[in-house]
């Protein structure tokens, strides 16, 4: 009777065996991975917006300088948005989209 098996104590240490097995794989893995990159807090990068008022002279057509800030105030303004939208700040996202619709409808008027 002394080759009668404990299902219980040999699936208890299949899984121990098993476990030290994964947890040595792991480390062998972890030594090859930059941890510092994955432990220090990174920036959100997006597009940065760009425009008249922040890059190169502006237009000296008053039509035309003014179709252009507007431009850059909406990429701005979807700039915020979107950053807002990525926290779940989704009522103040909103607000700005509202915002966003209206400088919109300055594009279709005239000075």
Do not use: W
Not at 8 to 20: F, H, P, R, V
Not at 30 to 51: A, L, V, W
Not at 77 to 85: A, D, G, Q, R, V
């Amino acid at each position: 009777m002394s080759n009668i098996i404990n299902l219980a104590e040999y699936k208890q240490q299949k899984e121990k065996t098993e476990l030290n097995d994964i947890n040595e794989m792991l480390k062998e893995v972890m030594k090859d991975i930059d941890m510092t990159s994955i432990t220090t807090p990174q920036p959100i990068t997006t597009q940065i917006p760009s425009g008249t008022f922040m890059f190169g002279p502006p237009s000296h057509d008053p039509v035309q300088r003014k179709q252009e800030n507007i431009m850059t105030c909406l990429d701005g303004l979807l700039f915020i948005s979107m950053l807002l939208t990525q926290e779940s700040e989704i009522e103040l996202a909103n607000k700005v989209d509202n915002l966003i619709v209206s400088v919109e409808k300055l594009l279709d008027t005239p000075i």
